[in-house]
């Protein structure tokens, strides 16, 4: 693609998180033997004018596997619910460029992004709503969005690197109006350690030496799961979601003999649960 057809994008920090998650998709989408089937988001990266090695260096080959295998859990709990009400909404909640409708749409569901405006504005420019899928300019905190998802045919909601940007207050209250507006529904969410979070915020992560990692106040270790239960009492199973097994050593070996050992799983740099809503 010519530089004059490229996409401009500047984002303030939490929001080129985006960025970095779509960059190392996208690698992991051109390897011989890859784990995620995902030309979208190599079309994406292809289409922005943004340095993305000089800002992140080049990409890991163990994170963009990790972050893809996160990514396919989060496929997965999205296709088991579809597989159930197949007319059903899936509200993404942050999902900033994520490309999983192009992965998992069955024709038939519809989609709802809330986006920053910062954020929605580009996603529309590369990816322009349709009847199905559009996006609200607001805050995932400003709970109108909630009016705007149809609930007839069932509601899963997904927040893919979005809680661990919110303070624990914030987590609790989001959590709390989703379970009372969604009865019936779920939320499939993400975490980060307590260690992860704690070093975020005192400017430890630098994945890249040009790029350090935003604070992320919000840190839940694997043996804490059942807090989220406490958020309301129509919270009623909350439960870790494996990845898929990856290649290699370390995904295709180790990393699924770490959840069988409590000593160890808080180690992981992050965490896929579903929260299930009576």
């Not at 996208?26 to 190599?42: F, G, N, S």
């Not at 943004?50 to 999205?78: I, N, S, W």
């Not at 993404?92 to 998992?104: D, H, I, S």
Request: glycine residues 6%; positive net charge; hydrophobic residues 40%.
């Amino acid at each position: 693609m010519a530089d004059q057809d490229k996409v401009p994008v500047r984002l303030s920090r939490v929001p080129e998180t985006l960025l970095w998650n779509l960059y190392h998709r996208a690698h992991e989408a051109r390897q011989p033997r890859t784990v995620l089937h995902d030309p979208k988001a190599i079309e994406l990266v292809d289409r922005l004018d943004y340095p993305f090695e000089k800002t992140f260096g080049r990409p890991h080959p163990l994170l963009a596997q990790g972050q893809a295998l996160r990514v396919r859990t989060f496929d997965a709990a999205v296709q088991a619910f579809l597989a159930d009400h197949p007319a059903g909404t899936v509200v993404n909640l942050a999902e900033g460029l994520e490309t999983q409708f192009w992965r998992v749409d069955n024709g038939r569901a519809h989609w709802l992004g809330v986006e920053l405006p910062e954020t929605a504005e580009l996603r529309r420019t590369l990816l322009p709503d349709t009847k199905r899928r559009r996006v609200l300019a607001q805050s995932v905190l400003d709970l109108s969005w909630m009016d705007e998802v149809d609930t007839e045919h069932g509601v899963l909601i997904t927040a893919q690197g979005l809680l661990m940007y919110l303070r624990p207050r914030e987590v609790r209250e989001l959590i709390n109006a989703c379970a009372e507006r969604f009865r019936g529904g779920a939320l499939v969410f993400d975490a980060v350690p307590r260690w992860l979070s704690v070093g975020t915020q005192r400017g430890e992560n630098r994945p890249a030496p040009n790029y350090r990692m935003p604070g992320m106040p919000w840190g839940l270790n694997a043996g804490e799961l059942r807090k989220v239960r406490t958020a309301h009492p129509a919270v009623v199973d909350v439960r870790e979601l494996h990845l898929p097994r990856g290649r290699g050593p370390y995904f295709g070996a180790l990393t699924p003999v770490l959840y069988r050992l409590p000593v160890v799983r808080n180690l992981r740099p992050t965490m896929t649960a579903i929260a299930r809503f009576a």
